[in-house]
């Protein structure tokens, strides 16, 4: 079973950075879809941005974000970050790392947009603050 293990979270004041950091284990075989999304106050958890584990470079973002995430896989180690930039008060919220398998061998374009729902394994969440 994956384990998923998120670090980076913290208190930074609007317009500042934070990286997040996933670093995944326990793979099986196939494809994954590993994402980082975000439970905000007053909002459904929402996708942020995701990579396709195939290899390759397939990655995806929430158009809302406006350019101001970047999402990265390590090839060597798998961990997945996740670069934010331009922070504001809206921000705030619990990022959560997940990750869901490509059991239809649908490729990378199946990653784009998945439901939280979707997502059959979670990490415990880290914590991100943006404020005066």
């Known amino acids: 079973q994956v384990q998923l293990v998120e670090s980076g979270g913290g208190s930074v004041q609007p317009g500042g950075s934070l990286r997040l950091s996933c670093a995944p284990s326990?793979?099986?075989?196939?494809?994954?879809?590993i994402g980082w999304l975000r439970q905000t106050p007053g909002k459904e958890r929402e996708g942020v941005a995701s990579?396709?584990?195939?290899?390759?470079?397939?990655?995806y973002y929430d158009d809302s974000l406006s350019g101001r995430f970047f999402i990265s896989q390590d090839s060597a180690t798998n961990t997945v970050d996740l670069e934010m930039s331009g922070l504001q008060p809206e921000d705030t919220g619990m990022y959560y790392c997940?990750?869901?398998?490509?059991?239809?061998?649908?490729?990378?374009?199946?990653?784009?947009?998945?439901?939280?729902?979707?997502?059959?394994?979670w990490g415990q969440g880290t914590p991100v603050t943006v404020s005066s």
């Open positions: 990579v396709y584990t195939d290899g390759g470079s397939s990655t």
């Open positions: 997940a990750a869901a398998r490509d059991r239809f061998w649908e490729g990378a374009h199946w990653c784009r947009g998945l439901h939280p729902s979707e997502f059959e394994y």
């Open positions: 326990g793979y099986g075989y196939g494809h994954y879809c």
